[in-house]
């Protein structure tokens, strides 16, 4: 069965500090990865998807992911975050016959300004 | 254009109680998906329809659960004899053609109480 995990669930940082969270997932065929955004009081949105082609992947807001593929792992990256950033976001996989998205439990983030 | 959209925004119900929560996807999205949002579970999957049909209903945690959609749009998530741990927000999602790479677009969902 496929899974998600995030190991930062609480990120606290300065504004201008660069941020990278980790996703690692675990399925052993072609995958689909994503991630999404939930501001506060917002719906959860797309930030960034990769499917095929280029592991680097930029998004929306200046974010950036990279799958890598023998680590299972696709982070989500970020060279200087502003105090708008403030959001919880989540890693989410589908692969094989499956539409169903699989999250994983979220990354709280603060940015202090 | 109009995102997708839930109602109600907020119930309340007792414990044994049925509700029903709408979903009103894009227009034109055949893919639609269910999802609930709670406090230590996470985003977890609960059933996809493309179309009417439902080809994926292995989330729905037992038969108290069940959702319908009607004439390739709206969809209805009916939970009976509600029980406290189904307190939660309850998401809907849609997608173009329900291609697995698809973005799926959220609502804004419906945060069921359960007292």
């Known amino acids: 069965a496929q899974s998600v995990s995030q190991h930062n669930h609480h990120v606290i940082l300065s504004e201008a500090a660069s941020l990278e969270l980790g996703c690692n997932y675990s399925y052993g065929g072609t995958v689909n990865l994503f991630w999404y955004v939930q501001y506060p009081g917002q719906h959860l949105q797309l930030l960034l998807k990769y499917f095929s082609g280029d592991p680097l992947v930029k998004g929306i807001k200046g974010f950036e992911a990279e799958f890598i593929k023998s680590k299972f792992s696709f982070n989500l990256r970020k060279p200087s975050v502003q105090w708008s950033d403030t959001a919880e976001y989540f890693c989410a996989v589908n692969g094989g016959n499956t539409d169903k998205l699989i999250f994983g439990t979220g990354t709280r983030l603060q940015v202090f300004p | 254009g109009a995102g997708v959209s839930q109602s109600p925004s907020n119930k309340v119900t007792e414990k044994g109680k049925d509700v029903e929560l709408r979903c009103d996807p894009i227009?034109?999205?055949?893919?639609l998906y269910w999802y609930r949002q709670s406090l230590g579970q996470g985003l977890e999957f609960l059933i996809y329809?493309?179309?009417?049909?439902?080809?994926?209903k292995s989330g729905l945690p037992s038969d108290r659960f069940s959702a319908e959609r009607t004439g390739g749009s709206v969809s209805t998530l009916t939970i009976q004899r509600t029980q406290q741990e189904d307190s939660a927000v309850y998401l809907c999602?849609?997608?173009?053609?329900?291609?697995?790479?698809?973005?799926?677009?959220f609502g804004p969902g419906t945060r069921l109480t359960v007292l």
């Open positions: 227009s034109g999205h055949t893919a």
């Open positions: 329809f493309q179309g009417n049909s439902a080809p994926d």
């Open positions: 999602a849609s997608s173009d053609e329900g291609l697995s790479y698809n973005e799926q677009f």
